[in-house]
């Protein structure tokens, strides 16, 4: 009896095996990197955009960005990218290139920016795990002004002129930044934003104008596709 019991467990094990790998298997997701384009210019810049260097013009471009447009993370397969930067004013000659190794789950950030000239710069926003303190980037773009930046009674930012940008570190803590600047006609202005280094080790402090031409800080998380 015995043996006749272990022979039906061994078929029954034999049959639910065969059943199993006779399912589908579920398609094993795909390895991708996190990418974003901003372009910090004014309008009479036009809009710019990122395609894979030397892809035809018929092609779409992987990002494209119109003016102070910050955009979230956009999926990219994982891989190796020549990328170039331009204009759709003049679309023939890239205004930067940029070789980037995107990882699995890396993030890097492309900006244009006025820096005497138009600029294009790449940063790796990727969250490091053992950081001690939160990485702040402030980026001053609003046209005509010099920004201070202050948690609280506490300045951390003096005179950043525009089109510059500075790294600072905070405790991982939440907090309200207060920008101040004289505008362009004299007259003095303040805009605030939230901070939270609970959500994110990485952010990125963005002072433009909003869509009606006022004076506005932004503050948006680095390394995080949200």
């Known amino acids: 009896m015995q043996s006749k019991f272990f022979t039906l467990a061994i078929s029954a094990l034999v049959l639910g095996s065969a059943i199993v790998l006779g399912q589908p298997q579920p398609t094993p997701l795909p390895k991708v990197g996190?990418?974003?384009?901003?372009?910090?210019?004014?309008?009479?810049?036009?809009a710019f955009e990122v395609r894979k260097l030397g892809s035809p013009a018929a092609d779409p471009p992987l990002l494209t960005a119109a003016a102070y447009r910050y955009s979230s993370y956009t999926e990219l397969p994982a891989g190796r990218y020549q990328l170039a930067v331009l204009s759709r004013n003049n679309p023939q000659s890239a205004i930067k290139t940029f070789d980037v190794d995107l990882k699995p789950n890396t993030y890097f950030t492309i900006l244009v920016s006025p820096q005497n000239r138009i600029n294009a710069e790449m940063t790796e926003d990727t969250l490091d795990p053992k950081a001690s303190s939160g990485t702040l980037i402030i980026r001053n773009f609003f046209p005509g002004t010099n920004i201070s930046v202050s948690t609280g009674a506490k300045p951390i930012v003096s005179n950043l002129v525009y089109g510059q940008s500075i790294t600072v570190s905070l405790p991982f803590d939440r907090t309200t930044l207060v920008v101040h600047t004289k505008l362009p006609d004299g007259k003095e202005a303040q805009a605030g934003a939230d901070l939270d280094f609970k959500a994110s080790s990485r952010a990125t402090l963005l002072v433009i104008p909003d869509s009606y031409g006022r004076f506005r800080a932004r503050v948006t998380f680095d390394g995080k596709n949200v």
């Open 34 to 46: 996190y990418v974003r384009f901003w372009n910090m210019l004014p309008p009479a810049n036009g």
